[in-house]
């Protein structure tokens, strides 16, 4: 039998197009309607070689949301966080920051993105007005050049400067007790792992003025192999490394140290090892070697910490990392902020951000501070200290010195020219 | 009469005809053009949804570079692994305009395409004299060279943070691009001029110039065509489109990054190529919207995008063996075949 029907789009068709395009056309006005809820968008890492990042991230905050919501939310407000994953692309992160905002009815942005992508952001934020808590990006050009300055951005993040501050005196005192004049350097070749290992031993050196760096290796960003940098600083003999190498690169650069031998023979300074990313996952974790602290709930040694840690584990089966503590902070800072400024208006939540100290449980003194010249953390736990291979990893860990790190940041923002 | 002399009869027989028919078209392609521009146009009007301007707005840099591959890999069977490096070059090119000279945005346009072209030609020289799989990885490599540059040269170009600090958008003839509708406006009017440009090149004695060397370069080097010569032009112009999908982008995400000009890139744009399809002109824009459609769909609900975008591959390569366009337009002659055989 031949079949009558004309060729084209059938009536059924046509109605379900036309109702996708109206439910699309009405999903603001839709999202905008249920404004009980607070939404806060999050565009983070949850796919690809960093993923970690993001779920951390996520878990961090998902537990501290609860906690609010538990008491009654943000101004009477239940927080619905709505989390995508942008691949790492700041494409994507742009992108997705932009659609949470317009399409999903997002208030507020926890920027959870890594490096590049957290400019990308950055720049939404500046475009679109909604305050912004850049909960990931180390970057300390971020925050400290006065031309990314937007007065609804704030950084809930450890900044690179800080780390080097504190590790540049930390070392340079061991360097001067035990003897240590010449030094090598291992750090991934990228923009973090320059900046930062030029901070380290420009604040090294002025600590402690008779060391010679004698040997630099960069290995590209993920190397697998890192045979020919190993030998390359056992030939140059140096009595001391340092490296900021971090998570899966840091754990496969140590696993195949230890073959060489290589931590028996010189002191050795990893600014990320003291993180149970890197922590847990190394073979056979060398006794000694001095880390920055990432996380740990050793450091600062209180229950609140502990408790914090521990209460993270319980729900999620692993170790928190340190993007979680940032995160968890910035839903600290953001609950109180909204009480101070009892309102949700990111205007006025933004007001009461800035320069507004926190009871926190990763303050050094327990508290921490948005310091309100720079939108950026300041007060926060960090030290360094020497590895065991067993829990708790990091037993004892010497504290920095915020009025020392103040001093020395004000010094290398006008270095940079950005005061 | 001989054959040849046959020949030559139809030729000038049928040429007038061939003429009109492609001076009717041309006018054609253009009248497609002003009503497409103008139903894009309207529509801020009609939607108030920033979603649905920010989705167009990356659909014109993606399909201006997806579209100028296709110049490259349907027309001319040049499969280039590294076309991304000129979506870089242009982000970054007009970023870095913008940011350090100051000068007016149409002046920091042209000067970024000219930037292309002369990085292409240096580029194309190389690579267009090699075949098939060298010509594939030498542009990769190139690519990467690029790639690696941005990187460390972190004192022009930010390195992997990209370039920082927005990018400046003086206001020019009245349009001002940090207006969200302007700008959709004018990323609209690039795609459809671009896409009309690359249109009439395909369209164009140097576009058959290109299939017939696709289709068999010995022996259109043996009718008298400077092959290296044509598959150079090409390269450039094909550039110079991915460079102005380069431009639209840095001012969707006002910034750079070096993301821009890494290889997922140009393997964003082969994937495009093969889910629109390499034989209709318009296959890689469907591509695109494809693409752009499902990557926001599915990122939506699932972190395992992997997986479904994948599926998608699969089914393309395995399932249909072509892109979706090569499909209908299959399926469509088939059944006006069928018909006219009924008939």
């Known amino acids: 039998m031949k079949r009558t029907r004309q060729p084209g789009i059938s009536r059924r068709a046509t109605l379900a197009l036309m109702g996708a395009g109206a439910v699309t056309i009405a999903a603001p006005w839709v999202a905008r309607a249920q404004a009980k809820t607070i939404k806060i968008g999050m565009p983070t890492i949850l796919s690809g070689r960093v993923a970690q990042l993001g779920t951390s991230s996520r878990n961090a905050v998902l537990l501290e949301v609860e906690k609010v919501n538990a008491a009654g939310g943000l101004a009477g407000r239940q927080i619905e966080m709505v989390i995508r994953d942008s691949k790492g692309q700041p494409q994507e992160a742009a992108r997705i920051a932009r659609e949470l905002v317009n399409t999903d009815g997002c208030e507020m942005l926890f920027d959870g993105e890594a490096s590049s992508g957290s400019f990308a952001v950055h720049e939404v934020a500046r475009d679109l007005g909604v305050l912004c808590i850049h909960t990931c990006s180390e970057a300390s050009s971020l925050t400290a050049d006065p031309k990314q300055h937007i007065p609804n951005a704030f950084r809930c993040v450890r900044q690179g400067i800080h780390d080097s501050i504190v590790g540049g005196s930390y070392a340079a005192a061991i360097a001067k007790t035990k003897g240590l004049k010449k030094w090598a350097t291992c750090s991934p070749d990228y923009a973090y792992g320059r900046d930062t290992t030029g901070e380290f031993s420009l604040y090294l050196k002025r600590f402690a003025p008779d060391v010679e760096i004698i040997s630099e290796s960069w290995p590209k960003l993920f190397q697998p192999d890192y045979t020919e940098v190993v030998t390359k600083i056992l030939q140059a003999k140096p009595q001391a490394l340092y490296t900021c190498l971090w998570g899966g690169d840091l754990t496969s650069y140590i696993d195949q140290a230890n073959i060489y031998a290589l931590f028996t023979q010189m002191e050795v300074f990893a600014v990320n090892m003291a993180d149970y990313t890197a922590l847990t996952v190394v073979k056979n974790l060398p006794k000694g070697i001095h880390s920055g602290n990432r996380y740990i709930k050793t450091f ?27 995160n968890a902070t910035a839903v600290m800072l953001l609950t109180e902020a909204v009480k101070k400024a009892n309102s949700t208006d990111g205007k006025k939540v933004a007001e009461a951000l800035r320069g507004l100290t926190i009871k926190c449980p990763f303050g050094a003194d327990g508290t921490v501070t948005m310091r309100g010249e720079d939108n950026t953390l300041v007060g926060y736990a960090i030290g360094w200290g020497t590895t065991i291979p067993q829990e708790p990893y990091v037993p004892e860990v010497k504290a920095g010195d915020w009025k020392t790190i103040f001093e020395l940041e004000a010094e290398w923002k006008k270095s940079k020219g950005y005061t | 009469m001989t054959e040849l002399q046959a020949g030559r009869a139809s030729e000038t027989l049928s040429a007038p005809r061939i003429e009109t028919r492609s001076f009717r078209s041309r006018y054609r392609d253009i009248l497609v053009a002003l009503v497409a521009f103008a139903v894009l146009a309207a529509l801020p009007f009609f939607f108030g949804s920033k979603a649905l301007l920010d989705f167009v707005i990356r659909c014109s840099a993606f399909g201006l570079f997806a579209t100028s591959l296709n110049l490259l890999v349907g027309y001319t069977g040049m499969i280039s692994f590294g076309h991304g490096m000129f979506f870089g070059l242009g982000a970054y090119g007009f970023g870095l305009l913008m940011q350090r000279t100051g000068v007016p945005i149409p002046v920091a346009f042209v000067a970024t395409l000219a930037i292309t072209a002369v990085f292409a030609a240096i580029i194309g020289a190389i690579c267009v004299r090699l075949k098939e799989i060298y010509f594939a990885f030498v542009t990769l490599a190139f690519q990467m060279l690029i790639h690696s540059t941005i990187l460390t040269w972190a004192s022009l170009t930010g390195g992997d943070q990209g370039l920082r600090g927005g990018i400046p958008r ?22 459809v001029l671009g896409l009309l440009l690359m249109r009439q090149i395909a369209q164009s004695p140097f576009g058959y110039t290109l299939r017939m060397i696709r289709d068999n370069a010995r022996r259109a080097s043996f009718i008298g065509i400077d092959v290296w010569r044509a598959k150079l032009t090409i390269f450039v112009l094909a550039a110079l489109f991915a460079s102005t999908g380069g431009m639209v982008m840095a001012l969707f995400v006002s910034g750079a ?87």
């Open chain 1, 300 to 326: 600062p040694k209180t229950p609140e910490n502990a408790a914090w840690g521990d209460a993270y584990r319980a729900k999620y089966n692993e170790y928190p990392t340190n993007w979680s503590w940032q």
């Open chain 2, 257 to 343: 990054y070096p993301e821009f000009a890494y290889w997922t890139i140009s393997g964003e744009g082969i994937f495009i190529n093969m889910l629109g399809g390499v034989t209709t002109f318009l296959g890689p824009m469907v591509g695109t919207v494809l693409l752009l459609i499902l990557n926001d769909t599915v990122t939506r609900f699932t972190e395992y995008h992997g997986i479904v975008l994948g599926l998608v591959i699969l089914f393309f390569a395995i399932g249909l063996r072509k892109g979706l366009m090569d499909y209908l337009l299959e399926w469509y002659a088939q059944r006006r075949d069928g018909r006219g055989e009924r008939g």
């Open chain 2, 170 to 191: 003086p206001v020019f003839l009245g349009i001002d691009l940090a207006n969200h509708v302007h700008l959709y406006i004018t990323s609209c009017a690039l795609l």
